[in-house]
């Protein structure tokens, strides 16, 4: 079973996420944690969960996104784990940022849920191979 944990505070996003993933494979368990001062609290007082993909919003409040990803990258256990970042705005600035900071990848928010499908395909496709 592979486990997305899921950063978001928009509850609306937290369960596209679970309905596409679903669609996509019986074996993608979504948690999630609804901004990122939650999402370390349990990244660094639960040494027992070790997720295998991320996925992180950038534009959160308490701890942004970028914020998070930095102290994740800090975290040994998931300094391997692949994390993606996500927004409604691409900018190729905040993109470039994301990777500096150590992200694996940039995904646009999309209002079509057949566009986040595909991204979301091929990112679960890589991490089976």
């Known amino acids: 079973m592979l486990i ?13 996420f679970t309905l596409v993933t679903h669609e996509i494979s019986d074996n993608v ?7 990122g001062m939650q999402a370390l609290n ?6 027992s969960f070790t997720p295998g993909l991320i996925f992180i919003d950038i534009n959160m409040p308490k ?5 998070c990803l930095s102290e994740i990258k800090k975290i040994k256990r ?8 996500y927004s409604t705005s691409a900018e190729q600035a905040i993109v470039e940022q994301c990777k500096n900071y150590g992200a694996a990848g940039f995904i ?3 209002i079509d849920t057949n566009d986040l499908k595909t991204d979301l ?4 496709s890589c991490l089976k191979t």
């Open 4 to 16: 997305a944990f899921i950063i978001d505070d928009d509850l609306d996003d937290q369960e596209i």
């Open 29 to 35: 368990e979504c948690i999630f944690a609804n901004d």
């Open 42 to 47: 349990k990244l660094k007082t639960d040494a």
């Open 63 to 67: 701890v942004n996104g970028m914020q």
């Open 78 to 85: 998931l300094q391997h784990i692949p994390v993606y970042m």
């Open 108 to 110: 646009k928010k999309h």
């Open 121 to 124: 395909e091929k990112i679960i």
